[in-house]
């Protein structure tokens, strides 16, 4: 697995979470990443809120290119201490299950939307109808 690099805890990892100072974990490997916030093309906020924590699923979900994974050797700065890096559970990200909720909420709006325009239009329709009927004398 790793090379020469150094062995780092998340607790260590995690305190480089600023733009002056930015390491991210990758399949357990650690990147100070730093230098690269200007360049990122998905801007800099992406990785400060991916610093601190297993930032694979984060990585692979955006779908980075070959080249993209090729420029982290660059930064490669050590490994995560497998003791501390949190276990790689293959369950929803968190991030899918907020997007998730929101798609739900959502769609609950459209679905009462269906429902209400079409009852909205009938009872305009029907009081435009009842003040047209009322007799003018």
């Excluded at 800099?44 to 070959?66: Q, R, Y």
């Excluded at 239009?121 to 004398?137: D, H, M, N, W």
């Amino acid at each position: 697995m790793g090379g020469d690099g150094k062995v780092f805890t998340l607790t260590e990892v995690s305190q480089h979470s600023s733009p002056q100072d930015c390491w991210i974990v990758i399949e357990g490997k650690v990147y100070d990443v730093t230098k690269f916030l200007d360049d990122h093309p998905g801007g800099d906020e992406v990785i400060l809120t991916a610093t601190g924590k297993d930032a694979t699923d984060d990585f692979e979900d955006v779908g980075h290119s070959s080249t993209a994974k090729a420029m982290l050797d660059e930064y490669y700065v050590g490994d995560i201490d497998s003791a501390t890096a949190p276990t790689k559970t293959k369950f929803v990200p968190p991030s899918k299950q907020t997007e998730s909720i929101q798609d739900k909420s959502s769609d609950l709006v459209i679905k009462i939307l269906q429902f209400l325009v079409p009852l909205l239009i009938l009872g305009l329709a029907l009081g435009i109808r009842f003040y047209t009927k009322t007799p003018s004398s």
